[in-house]
């Protein structure tokens, strides 16, 4: 099995609806990364696999086609539609950003302030016309630790410098910044763009 384009969806308020659809989606991606590692100890341990299986995950909150679709020899209860689209897509670009759960500025303001998120740019995605602000989920705010969210606060401030065309300013918040949440992530992604656009 090819691991690397292993796709499964899932998706919240149907057939039964939930006011709270896109807070339990992001409740599930930050119950699935957690698991995960957990998951991956064992497996390790166990010598049931060489290294750690890591999952990617896109969420996206918008109006879909739910229900059985197919032939009458093959069918499924599935989900079909641009937001799901978005949120296929958006699983792929987490490797833009050494990322692992990111979601649309959809998501992100149904789901109210339960989640530490990181504000990244806004991206046009293939298939999607409009600019889509991408987040970055975290975690949930009651589990994500003062350091941490102290990392995400400092970069949205050099986000803004970046985006107002401040690199300099951006890059210096940036690298007083060396709690970044991972090696490789965002913080890393935005210092590369400052160094290219003053060079």
Known sequence: VDFENVYDAAWFGAPVEYKDHAERACYAACRMKSLELDLNKRAIEAKMSPGPL????????????????????????????NAVNLAARLEG????????????????KEAGDHY????????RVVGINEPVRLYELVGNRQFVDARIKEV?????????????KEGDKAQALLKENPGAIREGGPSGVYLKRCVEVAA
């Open 93 to 108: 670009v987490n490797k833009q950003y050494g990322t692992w759960i990111l979601m649309s500025e959809a998501t992100f």
């Open 54 to 81: 890591l999952t990617r995950i896109g969420i996206n909150t918008g109006d879909m086609v739910v229900g059985n679709m197919g032939s009458d020899k093959k069918m499924d209860y599935t989900i079909m539609g």
């Open 116 to 123: 530490v998120c990181r504000k990244l740019d806004r991206v």
């Open 152 to 164: 995400v606060d400092r970069f949205h401030a050099a986000l803004d410098f970046f985006e107002e």
